[in-house]
């Protein structure tokens, strides 16, 4: 397993957890998608495993490292890299500008060349490359994000509701560019509260309910369970958000 | 038309102040009254390095010599170096409790402290980096000009393009441009934050540093310059948009004229209510200044 983590702890204040002990795994190259209730700690999990909410106890390990301790800042530089769900960019730089903050990561002579890789990915965000970031749409804004993420190599990719206040085209357009991500052999970490387009796209699937794992199982089968349909995602059968 | 280059000069000093206070601001995200008390700490610095070298040969037509020139490199680093001891001992602390209300009133304590230890080392008495006496040389249209005066205005010219090129093309400056506008984000693209308000401190106390040399070289050393000239620079700082050099020195100099302009026309008493007059009205019909801008 690339990414594991052991019975986490986590919350912004001491002896108040939003996250009671959740564990997940994530395999090379795999889409890993993590659902549940409004309030299950979805996003809390995702971003202690970042290192963003304080860590009580638990263990968080990437390719058998404990990373648990790691600042927020080392994340990226370690290979995980996270994209949250909203104000995941600088409104006030250029497009180009985004991208060259993650820059001191990398060595100064293929910085150009990354962000050239980039543009050449993402060619609706080259157009745009010298505009302030904050005039960008919702799907650019959240495309300039994955690209910033994956400019410096990351082994495990991250991201909190890519889907959130993004119309169902553009929905789209993000689920297939997440696909195409992990073709390159990329792991991804998904949070959503879209089931049905994040259990399409990926392999396994977490069901987190206050704040602990309550089931896990591959993607596929796991939109096929009444009973997780009906405890968990909204109503019996298929009815989930979407 | 003289007034206009007094005015030019004084603003200056005041544009390279602002520059602190806009970074500190913006980066910290707190208003650091201790900032004008960096300048005066800075001139002293400058003129102890100066005692230390010894020698006074002025260079060419300026009352100055090479010793001022190192002087002025050394306490640069000095200041800097008071600026962060005070952010590890006081600031930092305080940040990590996350009011910064309590940070602008522990700037207010430390101003005060650095100021009466000014006093308490070198006595409340003015003190200068020389006692010649220049001659001003004429430029046209009735001005007159030290050789000193277009010195320091080439060092504020230089100091502030530096900055500004710092802030907008290198990694550093993008990395404390993105801090100022998303701290946590900041965090998650691997920015080090350590490392950016560390040099946030080290460029506002330099400029400062520079800044109150100036002052000590065009008119005289005190314990309380850096106090008399605090809201000025704090309007320029608002005047000329939270975050951006170019406004803060552009709007030093505005607020610089318009002290001139005051003294020339209305009477020297109401020179201190220019600065005044001009913060509440930026406050009140663009509070983001000049150069600031919002989020779309």
Not at chain 1, 137 to 160: E, H, I, N, T
Not at chain 2, 58 to 66: A, C, D, K, R, T
Not at chain 2, 77 to 95: E, H, I, P, Q, V
Not at chain 2, 141 to 166: E, P, R, S, Y
Request: positive net charge; charged residues 15%; contains cysteine.
């Amino acid at each position: 397993m690339i990414l594991e983590v052991k019975d986490l702890v986590a919350g912004y204040e001491p002896g108040l957890p939003i996250v009671k002990g959740a564990s997940m795994q994530a395999g090379a190259g795999e889409i890993v998608v993590i659902l549940g209730p409004n309030g299950a700690g979805k996003s809390s999990f995702i971003k202690a495993i970042a290192g963003l909410v304080p860590v009580t106890s638990g263990q968080v390990l990437l390719d058998g490292q404990d990373i648990t301790a790691t600042p927020a800042h080392q994340m990226i530089r370690r290979g995980l890299a996270f994209v949250p769900q909203t104000e995941n960019i600088f409104p006030l730089m250029t497009v180009q500008e985004n991208l060259a903050v993650c820059g001191g990561i990398l060595d100064r002579h293929e910085v150009a060349g990354r962000i050239d890789e980039m543009f050449a990915t993402f060619p609706d965000l080259a157009r745009q490359r010298a505009l302030m970031a904050g005039s960008l749409s919702g799907g650019q804004r959240q495309m300039l994000a994955v690209a910033r993420a994956l400019l410096v190599r990351p082994r495990v990719l991250m991201l909190d509701e890519p889907s959130a206040g993004l119309s169902p085209k553009l929905v789209g357009q993000v689920f297939e560019g997440l696909q195409a991500i992990r073709e390159r052999g990329l792991t991804i970490v998904l949070v959503e509260q879209n089931a049905r387009a994040a259990l399409a796209i990926g392999d396994r699937a977490y069901v987190l309910v206050e704040g602990r794992e309550a089931h896990e199982g591959p993607a596929r089968t796991l939109w096929d369970n009444p009973l997780i349909a009906e405890l968990y995602l909204g109503s019996k059968g298929h009815a989930v958000s979407a | 038309m003289q007034f206009l280059l007094d005015g030019l000069i004084a603003g200056a000093s005041v544009g390279l102040g602002a520059i602190g206070v806009t970074l500190t601001y913006s980066v910290l995200r707190f208003s650091n009254f201790a900032h004008g008390d960096f300048m005066a700490w800075g001139a002293y610095a400058a003129l102890v390095v100066v005692g230390f070298i010894g020698g006074s040969t002025p260079l060419g037509p300026f009352s100055f010599g090479l010793p001022l020139i190192l002087a002025l490199m050394v306490a640069m680093g000095l200041t800097s170096g008071m600026a962060l001891a005070l952010d590890w001992a006081l600031f930092a602390r305080l940040r990590a409790r996350g009011q910064a209300i309590i940070v602008v009133m522990a700037s207010f304590g430390a101003s005060m402290a650095l100021r009466s230890l000014l006093e308490f080392i070198f006595t409340s008495r003015p003190t200068y980096f020389s006692r010649s006496i220049q001659m001003a040389m004429p430029v046209g249209f009735g001005v007159k000009i030290t050789a000193d005066q277009v010195a320091m205005l080439v060092l504020t010219l230089c100091l502030v393009v530096g900055v500004h090129l710092m802030m907008t093309r290198t990694q550093r400056g993008r990395e404390m441009r993105a801090y100022a506008q998303n701290p946590a984000l900041a965090r998650v693209v691997g920015i080090d934050v350590d490392r950016v308000v560390r040099s946030t401190w080290v460029i506002g106390a330099s400029l400062a540093c520079a800044s109150g040399v100036m002052v000590g070289v065009l008119v005289q050393i005190r314990p309380l310059m850096g106090l008399s000239l605090l809201l000025p620079i704090f309007a320029a700082a608002i005047l000329g948009g939270i975050g951006s050099v170019p406004g803060a020195v552009l709007a030093g100099v505005i607020i610089g004229l318009s002290e001139a302009a005051a003294v020339q026309f209305i009477g020297a008493e109401w020179r201190a209510a220019v600065a005044f007059v001009i913060l509440m009205g930026v406050l009140l019909i663009r509070p983001t200044g000049l150069f600031g801008v919002t989020e779309r």
